[in-house]
């Protein structure tokens, strides 16, 4: 570094470099050997429910299974051509929405608004977890199936947060309030609706295709069960 002298003379000075403690530790062996443990760790979670899921299949049948598959396939598609689709779960997921702003209420009007879509997202979540507990996996498909559901009506909700041109519903009466428009006017995110929306929907396509695919992979475990011996190399 350059500094000017008394005698106005440029004169050079070097600083010692600063301490960042950060760089240290992402270095730190320790901490390496933590990331990997958990790593194997979801490693091996994810190795031993898969070796569950094909050893639940056996005995099952999958042809009554099969007609499900069928549908979300079917719901994919018209979310898919149409954004305004509504599926026959749609009723339900409507109503968890609207519990939902009454469950968060307590909690400040920005959670009260917020609340009917954390609920409708969190209830296909919870029975996940509760279906893993069961050891049902092709329920937990059908649950990412029923996520996905949820998720293409919230991007349309989200879509629609600036136009607000959709015919609002609210239980107890009075006005209804666009959730949306409210939320993303409190963050600041008022003008990207339309790309939180499309994110949303990317994100609904990816749960129903783990829905699709994971479906698919164990009705054909079901209607072809492997021997015991094979699963135990893969």
């Not at 829905?211 to 164990?218: N, V, Y």
Request: with cysteine; charged share 15%; proline share 4%.
């Amino acid at each position: 570094q350059l500094i000017l002298t008394r005698d106005n003379t440029l004169s050079s000075q070097i600083q010692p470099l600063e301490y960042k403690p950060g760089i240290e530790k992402c270095l730190n062996p320790g901490r390496q050997e933590v990331m990997f443990q958990h790593m194997e760790r979801i490693k091996e979670f994810f190795i031993n429910s898969y070796h569950e899921a094909m050893d639940w299949c056996r005995g099952k049948n999958w042809v009554l299974r099969m007609p499900l598959l069928i549908y979300f396939t079917y719901v994919l598609t018209r979310h898919l051509a149409d954004p305004m689709y509504e599926s026959l779960i749609g009723a339900l997921n409507l109503g968890i929405h609207e519990l939902g702003h009454y469950v968060f209420r307590p909690f400040g009007e920005f959670m009260h608004a917020a609340g009917g879509t954390i609920l409708q997202c969190l209830a296909p979540v919870f029975s996940m977890i509760m279906f893993r507990r069961l050891r049902d996996y092709f329920a937990i498909a059908a649950c990412f199936g029923w996520l996905s559901t949820n998720l293409f009506s919230v991007a349309t909700y989200v879509a629609d947060a600036r136009a607000m041109k959709l015919k609002l519903v609210t239980p107890g009466g009075g006005v209804a309030q666009h959730d949306w428009n409210y939320l993303l006017f409190k963050l600041g995110l008022l003008h990207v609706d339309t790309t939180l929306a499309l994110l949303i929907r990317i994100t609904a396509c990816a749960s129903m295709l783990i829905c699709l695919a994971g479906g698919a992979c164990l009705l054909w475990q079901m209607a072809h069960p492997a021997e015991p011996d094979k699963l135990s190399t893969l």
